[in-house]
């Protein structure tokens, strides 16, 4: 793939980020089963807990930091639509991922479909960075590919959580 | 459960997601109109005492908005800085608001970039004439003018023009900025503009010595040549003085080398020391040039046949003048005024005389040659000024820059003085001689003189604020070390009447605020924006009917247990 093309660590270390944002995700939807919850309200449960640390870690800061300046900028409204989107990947991640570790009795034909859908979105952080610095995207076009891409995402793995609750056939 | 809404949620989420794809439009678009903070250097206008009165800008620290000349009439601009570039100054505008002593924020003039030394390189001026005289006008009436605000000047550039541009548009509209509509505001954060205290002059001077034979029981004669380096103007950081008096020093460096290679070989030493002298403080009556000849000893002081100051020789074309304060009829006067005029006449220019007389309870020192006749030694000042400059006039402003300088008229002044200098020194008065001949070694340098000017046409030079080991003098004690004999520097204190204040250079800051309004409407925009996708949450998850309960009161117990 050409994003692999001019890879510095840096991107390498963004990479390694999103991948262990998925063994994160791994863990808690299969290490944490004292409680009595079912699946479908499991999934939403993790993916919101992960996107709000993730959300408060990353943008607390500089938000606390940068927002209270003279000078207004459009930066950190923008900041906020991106952590809705991320929001909504996060919990499709957490979706997919309850697909692929908690449900034992999937139809055949999905499951490539569901390991490249996350696959897809757990390298997300990298492919955004790439269209910032390789393509030289501005902030507000990432941010709003950002969003159309999570509300696709959300979309079809919410399509392959129906498919797989309908009775096999 | 959304399961079993499948068909209307999908309509639903498509809808919401064109509601975002336009709002992301519309975000997109607003971007394009918001400027980050751009940063800038700015240059103040000198804040100085002359006997206890105060001239100049008294303030440095500015936080306010930004205004054009287009500013609707009535508005109070107190609170307001105006921006004007230079081809759009009305010089009895700004005479009238500083007479007047209308209240203003602050003001802030754009030089145009082709003065900058730092970026406008050697381009040449358009309507130089004009611009001149503007600069001058403008720069006598802010010197001599008390000003209870900050005044700066700045380079234009793209950015700077484009802010501006922004800014005389919402003016036009009637709109000044203020704390309601928005708009521009510049910010320079410094700290209050403190006195420079004990500020130092540098003379710098070199001695070449003369041929002394066994037979010279008395002291050889000395000849003294004399240009003053600093200068001062109405923004001390850009006051680089390339003619005043930068051409009057290159001048001096190339006469000393000159006469460095002919000293330098003992048969064609002259019997005849030369003292050269690089003296500061200048424009506050020739201070350091008093300070500096009063600590001769006497002997030399006697010893001096005469002395020639240099004095803004970079910009004439075909007339110089010679100011004396002697009478013309004075012998010596007349030997040194003959002696020039032949060499003129070879080199087809013109020289004339001019008498001044000195009044000696007047303090004012208008040229440099008064100094040595005060202490009753000969001297004549070579300039191309036909009229005595006032005080703080012509000592290296804002429009002496390197592309008003001429070095070939440098080359023919440094020719004139050089061969008339050695005429007299080699005893070959009224013959036709050409010692410092073009094409042969002695010939004037011009890429010696064109680099020198261009070296000082970078360095301001206002003395009060050059340190006692600034890199420049020493640089400048370096070069003439390199070709006298022995070289000596002075320091003393710039005492009299001038006092100066520091902060002259800073960087300005220029944000782009929102008026209260905007903050308003952006925060109605989000707020709508959550509530927008709360209600569409608990609708897609929960019923309407939730959605409505949250706001209905929950209904009383008396009426659920009846």
């Known amino acids: 793939m050409e994003k692999f093309v001019g890879y510095t660590f840096q991107e390498l270390l963004k990479a390694l980020i999103g ?6 995700l791994y863990l808690a939807l299969t290490q944490l089963t004292h409680r009595n919850i079912s699946q479908n309200h499991k999934f939403q449960a993790v993916g919101l807990g992960w996107a709000l640390a993730d959300s408060v870690l990353h943008r607390l800061a500089p938000l606390w930091v940068g927002a209270r300046g003279l000078e207004f900028t459009w930066d950190y409204i923008l900041q906020g639509l991106e952590a809705n989107a991320n929001l909504v990947l996060s919990i499709s991640l957490a979706a997919l991922g309850s697909l692929i570790w908690l449900r034992k009795n999937k139809p055949k034909t999905l499951i490539p479909i569901i390991y490249a859908c996350a696959g897809i979105v757990a390298t997300m952080p990298s492919i955004t960075s790439y269209l910032r610095r390789g393509l030289g995207w501005h902030f507000p076009k990432v941010v709003g590919f950002e969003l159309f891409t999570s509300l696709v995402m959300a979309f079809i793995s919410w399509q392959l959580f129906s498919a797989c609750q309908r009775p096999y056939v | 459960m959304a399961n079993s809404k499948k068909p209307g949620g999908l309509r639903e989420m498509l809808e919401s997601m064109y509601s975002v794809i336009a709002l992301l439009f519309i975000l997109v678009a607003c971007v394009e109109l918001c400027d980050a903070a751009a940063a800038f250097d700015v240059y103040r206008l000198i804040q100085y005492d002359m006997s206890g009165s105060p001239f100049g800008s008294r303030f440095a620290a500015l936080n306010h908005h930004a205004a054009s000349l287009h500013f609707p009439p009535g508005v109070d601009l107190s ?13 009895t505008f700004v005479r009238e608001y500083i007479n007047q002593k209308k209240p203003l924020g602050g003001l802030l003039v754009l030089l145009p970039e082709v003065l900058s030394f730092k970026t406008g390189g050697n381009n040449q001026v358009h309507e130089k004439e004009k611009m001149k005289n503007l600069l001058a006008e403008l720069e006598r009436l802010l010197i001599h003018s008390n000003i209870p605000y900050p005044v700066y000047f700045a380079f234009e550039n793209d950015e700077i023009d484009t802010v501006l541009a922004d800014i005389k548009k919402n003016d036009l509209m009637g709109q000044p900025a203020t704390a309601t509509t928005g708009g521009y505001k510049f910010v320079i954060p410094t700290a209050e503009p403190k006195k420079v205290a004990s500020p130092t002059m540098t003379n710098i001077q070199g001695w070449l010595s003369g041929l002394k034979t066994d037979g010279d029981a008395n002291q050889l ?7 003053s380096y600093d200068t001062f103007g109405a923004a001390p950081a850009l006051s680089v003085g390339s003619d005043s008096n930068g051409s009057g020093i290159v001048a001096l460096l190339e006469i000393s080398r000159l006469f460095s290679l002919l000293y330098s070989n003992p048969k064609t030493r002259g019997r005849y020391n030369l003292l050269f002298g690089l003296t500061s403080g200048g424009p506050y009556n020739y201070n350091g040039t008093q300070k500096w000849l009063r600590s ?11 002395a020639i100051c240099l004095n803004s020789i970079g910009s004439w074309d075909n007339e110089l003048w010679i100011h004396v304060s002697k009478p013309p009829e004075n012998a010596y006067i007349k030997q040194i005024f003959e002696g020039l005029s032949n060499v003129a006449e070879e080199l087809d220019l013109k020289v004339g005389l001019k008498h001044k007389k000195i009044n000696i309870s007047n303090p004012r020192v208008a040229w440099e040659h008064e100094q040595f006749s005060r202490l009753r030694v000969t001297a004549a000042t070579l300039s191309e000024l036909s009229v005595t400059p006032e005080l703080l006039e012509s000592t290296g402003g804002l429009f002496d820059t390197r592309q008003y300088v001429n070095e070939t008229a440098i080359v023919r002044g440094v020719k004139l003085v050089a061969e008339s200098l050695a005429r007299h020194i080699y005893g070959h008065q009224g013959k036709n001689i050409q010692i410092f001949a073009d094409e042969s070694s002695l010939a004037v340098n011009p890429a010696y003189i064109r680099s020198w000017l261009d070296v000082l046409s970078q360095t301001p030079r206002v003395a009060p604020f050059l340190s006692k080991d600034d890199p420049f003098v020493m640089a400048l004690k370096k070069e003439l070390a390199g070709h006298v004999d022995e070289v000596n520097v002075q320091h003393e204190t710039l005492e009299g009447i001038f006092t100066f204040y520091d ?4 960087r300005l800051n220029i944000f782009q605020v929102a008026s209260v309004t905007f903050d308003l409407l952006l925060l109605l925009v989000l707020g709508s924006y959550l509530i927008v996708l709360f209600s569409f949450l608990v609708i897609t998850t929960r019923g309407l009917d939730d959605l409505i309960s949250l706001f209905r009161r929950p209904p009383s117990r008396k009426l659920k247990t009846a």
């Open chain 2, 503 to 506: 902060s002259t250079s800073a």
């Open chain 1, 19 to 24: 991948f262990i944002d998925v063994a994160g």
């Open chain 2, 296 to 306: 001769f000893d006497q002997r030399l002081r006697e010893s001096i046949d005469y």
């Open chain 2, 79 to 91: 609170r307001t800085v105006l921006i004007i570039p230079l081809r759009e100054l009305n010089i």
């Open chain 2, 221 to 227: 004669p000395t000849i003294a040549i004399v240009a």
